[in-house]
Every structure is written in structure tokens, then in C-alpha cells.
């Protein structure tokens, strides 16, 4: 057999790894200035004042949650077809979920829907858009309606770094409070494990560091000695090392190149796949996508996906909507509650998309999907 193509994968090179050895031979393994460079890089390249380094993804969805003061009493509102962390960071903060269904073309929280809903039922207090698949959620229509309804927004944009939203990058928070992102290995740039939060504002940069690093305040105030320091809040030990930073720094100075290949290979897998049974992503004029992944709609989504695996072709399936899980339903979700989002789920198959994805891995994955497509008819 040939060997697997997987659905992601990370792409290192000479360069990254001589980053991160530079690190593994400074003064600085942990918090160091590689971390303030990793931020900076981020920021810098989305238009945010301000970057916080944290150790994942999830961890940074909480830290925002925390930091915009979610707690108990409180309802976060986010879309049912992305990951889990995304409605796990209330909870974390002892607040209560919900969600608004999807729309059916850029499978993003549809925003007509939440409309009707802040109309008609109890307000959250956060509202999380998810830019599923690197395509950028409505952002201009949810900023009207949380000044309208006074509401916070934190964009998760954990597949969307590089990508563009009415002429400006994700990221530079126009219409939020706060962007997450994460720079796991099958992210668009990777630190390994990562977390990165932008913000235009000082104060919740400020609060979100200091939570980062267990809530310690180490302003030392007039008459106490240099060593002084104080714990403000309850926070967590959720720092990026420097390790991790270097690497992320490093793959910053490609994204353009990363993200011009996976632009290549979602308007390849378009023509080849033209043909097919199948629903191919609808793409919005409003932004231009990092392409995260590659998703495409298919019947008999079981017979395919188990045909694809064994053809050595590691299919995905992005994502099992959130309030189907088992946790959430003990909440009083149930099936039938959103039904897009599970229309969608009957049907979502993630065709692997990574940038050292050859012309002819391709080819053998849309060859492989052209067979399985006949078997399951």
C-alpha cells in the first residue's frame, strides 16, 4: 500500500528547528523574550495593540472568558459545529451554554438566526463566533448587533490566522473584543501546542497576561522591596515557553507561503472535484479564507469515509456538533435542536489540505474519493 496521506500535518524546516535550538541554548526556556517576539509577530501581522502568548488554544478561549468576567449566571452563546473548547470555556467559568445554528452555505454561526434569538430570549453576555474551516464569520453584522444588545464577542479564529475579513486581516478585532487562536500542529502556523489572544485593548491585554501567570501582580508598589509581588486574582499557570515561541516566531515568517499553498490546493481540489457527487465549500465575497481545511459533502458519508481509510487516504470529519456530546446533552440538548449543524455533520467530510501536499497526493486523494464515491452509491 502507499503510505497514509493525513487530513493535517505540520510543516518544519531547517530554519524553525535552528529557532528553537537557539532557544534550547539561551539563558531562557520558559518565559523569555522569544515569548514577547512570538506576540509581537501575531499582532503585528493582524493589527492588534496587543498579543498574549498562552499554552493552547482552549486555555485561551478561557483566559478571554475570564478576562471579559463570564462567571456563574451568565450565558456564552457559540456555534455548534466547531470543537468542543469552544462552549467547554464557560463552563469552566461556571457559566451557562447555548447555541445558535449554522448557516447552510459557509457552515459560520448564521447570523439572521442570532438575531431572532437575542429578540426573543435571554441575552448572553459573550457571543462566540468560530470562522470554521479558516472562513471569516460575519464579523461586521455581530459587532451591530452586540452594540445593539450589549453583548462581548470573542472571535475563535483557531483555523483562520491569515485570513481576510472586508479588507483587513482576522485578528485586528473590529468588531470584537478579543481573538483566539490556536497554533496546534495541524493549525495554519504551529508552536506545537500554542494559544495566542489579540486585543485592541489595554486593560483586558493586562488582566489576560496577569491571569496567564497565576494572577500575580509584580508592579511593586513604593516601599516594598524588588522581590515583592502580589496575587491580584485567581488565575492559572498558562504560559507558552520560549521554546515553543521560537518555533512559532519561525513559522510566522512563512505564513504567506503556507497560505498561498493551501489557496492552490482548495482551488485545485475545486476543478478536480467538479464533477463529483459531491458539495464542494461555498466560499463568501466578504473575506478570503486560510483554508484550515477542506471540507466537502458527501451521501453515504460512513461507506466513503471507511473506503478512504483504507485506501490510505486519512479522511476527517470536522466536527460532531457540540450539543450531541454527551456532557451536553446531560444539559438538556438533544438531537433535532440545531438542525443545520446536524444536517451538516450527517454529511462533512475533511479532505486532507496541508501545505507540503504534493499535486500527485492530491491526485490519488480525489482518485480515491472518485471510487468511493462509486461504492457507496
Same mark, same amino acid.
Given at each position: 500500500?502507499?503510505?497514509?496521506?493525513?487530513?493535517?500535518?505540520?510543516?518544519?524546516?531547517?530554519?524553525?528547528?535552528?529557532? #528553537?535550538?537557539?532557544?534550547?541554548?539561551?539563558?531562557?526556556?520558559?518565559?523569555?523574550?522569544?515569548?514577547?517576539?512570538?506576540?509581537?509577530?501575531?499582532?503585528?501581522?493582524?493589527?492588534?495593540?496587543?498579543?498574549?502568548?498562552?499554552?493552547?488554544?482552549?486555555?485561551?478561549?478561557?483566559?478571554?472568558? @475570564?478576562?471579559?468576567?463570564?462567571?456563574?449566571?451568565?450565558?456564552?452563546?457559540?456555534?455548534?459545529?466547531?470543537?468542543?473548547?469552544?462552549?467547554?470555556?464557560? @463552563?469552566?467559568?461556571?457559566?451557562?451554554?447555548?447555541?445558535?445554528?449554522?448557516?447552510?452555505?459557509?457552515?459560520?454561526?448564521?447570523?439572521?438566526?442570532?438575531?431572532?434569538?437575542?429578540?426573543?430570549?435571554?441575552?448572553?453576555?459573550?457571543?462566540?463566533?468560530?470562522?470554521?474551516?479558516?472562513?471569516?464569520?460575519?464579523?461586521?453584522?455581530?459587532?451591530?448587533?452586540?452594540?445593539?444588545?450589549?453583548?462581548?464577542?470573542?472571535?475563535?479564529?483557531?483555523?483562520?490566522?491569515?485570513?481576510?475579513?472586508?479588507?483587513?486581516?482576522?485578528?485586528?478585532?473590529?468588531?470584537?473584543?478579543?481573538?483566539?487562536?490556536?497554533?496546534?500542529?495541524?493549525?495554519?502556523?504551529?508552536?506545537?501546542?500554542?494559544?495566542?489572544?489579540?486585543?485592541?485593548?489595554?486593560?483586558?491585554?493586562?488582566?489576560?497576561?496577569?491571569?496567564?501567570?497565576?494572577?500575580?501582580?509584580?508592579?511593586?508598589?513604593?516601599?516594598?522591596?524588588?522581590?515583592?509581588?502580589?496575587?491580584?486574582?485567581?488565575?492559572?499557570?498558562?504560559?507558552?515557553?520560549?521554546?515553543?515561541?521560537?518555533?512559532?516566531?519561525?513559522?510566522?515568517?512563512?505564513?504567506?507561503?503556507?497560505?498561498?499553498?493551501?489557496?492552490?490546493?482548495?482551488?485545485?481540489?475545486?476543478?478536480?472535484?467538479?464533477?463529483?457527487?459531491?458539495?464542494?465549500?461555498?466560499?463568501?465575497?466578504?473575506? #478570503?479564507?486560510?483554508?484550515?481545511?477542506? #471540507?466537502?459533502?458527501?451521501?453515504?458519508?460512513?461507506?466513503?469515509?471507511?473506503?478512504? @481509510?483504507?485506501?490510505?487516504?486519512?479522511?476527517?470529519?470536522?466536527?460532531?456538533?457540540?450539543?450531541?456530546?454527551?456532557?451536553?446533552?446531560?444539559?438538556?440538548?438533544?438531537?433535532?435542536?440545531?438542525?443545520?449543524?446536524?444536517?451538516?455533520?450527517?454529511?462533512?467530510?475533511?479532505?486532507?489540505?496541508?501545505?507540503?501536499?504534493?499535486?500527485?497526493?492530491?491526485?490519488?486523494?480525489?482518485?480515491?474519493?472518485?471510487?468511493?464515491?462509486? @461504492?457507496?452509491?
Amino acid at each position: 500500500m502507499s503510505r497514509p496521506i493525513p487530513y493535517g500535518r505540520q510543516d518544519v524546516d531547517a530554519d524553525d528547528i535552528a529557532a #528553537v535550538v537557539a532557544a534550547l541554548q539561551s539563558d531562557w526556556l520558559t518565559t523569555g523574550p522569544a515569548v514577547a517576539r512570538f506576540e509581537s509577530a501575531v499582532a503585528s501581522r493582524c493589527g492588534a495593540a496587543h498579543g498574549v502568548a498562552v499554552a493552547n488554544g482552549t486555555v485561551a478561549l478561557h483566559l478571554a472568558c @475570564r478576562a471579559l468576567g463570564l462567571g456563574p449566571g451568565d450565558t456564552l452563546w457559540t456555534s455548534p459545529n466547531t470543537f468542543v473548547a469552544s462552549a467547554n470555556c464557560a @463552563r469552566y467559568c461556571g457559566a451557562d451554554v447555548d447555541f445558535v445554528d449554522i448557516d447552510p452555505k459557509t457552515y459560520n454561526m448564521d447570523v439572521g438566526l442570532l438575531e431572532k434569538k437575542l429578540k426573543r430570549g435571554k441575552k448572553p453576555k459573550i457571543v462566540i463566533p468560530v470562522h470554521f474551516a479558516g472562513q471569516p464569520c460575519d464579523m461586521q453584522a455581530i459587532g451591530a448587533l452586540a452594540k445593539k444588545y450589549r453583548f462581548a464577542v470573542i472571535e475563535d479564529a483557531s483555523h483562520a490566522v491569515g485570513a481576510d475579513y472586508r479588507g483587513g486581516p482576522v485578528g485586528d478585532c473590529r468588531w470584537s473584543d478579543i481573538v483566539s487562536f490556536s497554533f496546534h500542529p495541524v493549525k495554519i502556523v504551529t508552536s506545537a501546542e500554542g494559544g495566542m489572544l489579540l486585543t485592541q485593548r489595554k486593560e483586558l491585554a493586562r488582566r489576560m497576561s496577569r491571569l496567564r501567570h497565576h494572577g500575580l501582580n509584580r508592579e511593586t508598589p513604593k516601599g516594598k522591596g524588588g522581590w515583592y509581588y502580589e496575587q491580584d486574582d485567581l488565575g492559572y499557570n498558562y504560559r507558552l515557553t520560549d521554546l515553543q515561541s521560537a518555533l512559532g516566531a519561525s513559522q510566522m515568517q512563512r505564513l504567506d507561503a503556507f497560505l498561498a499553498r493551501r489557496r492552490e490546493l482548495a482551488a485545485r481540489y475545486d476543478r478536480l472535484l467538479a464533477a463529483l457527487p459531491l458539495e464542494r465549500p461555498w466560499q463568501s465575497p466578504d473575506g #478570503v479564507s486560510a483554508w484550515h481545511l477542506y #471540507v466537502v459533502r458527501v451521501k453515504n458519508r460512513r461507506q466513503v469515509f471507511d473506503a478512504m @481509510r483504507a485506501a490510505g487516504i486519512e479522511v476527517a470529519v470536522h466536527y460532531i456538533p457540540v450539543h450531541l456530546h454527551p456532557y451536553y446533552r446531560r444539559l438538556g440538548f438533544k438531537p433535532g435542536d440545531f438542525p443545520a449543524a446536524e444536517r451538516y455533520y450527517a454529511e462533512a467530510l475533511s479532505l486532507p489540505m496541508f501545505p507540503r501536499m504534493t499535486d500527485a497526493d492530491q491526485d490519488r486523494v480525489v482518485a480515491e474519493l472518485t471510487k468511493a464515491l462509486g @461504492r457507496g452509491r
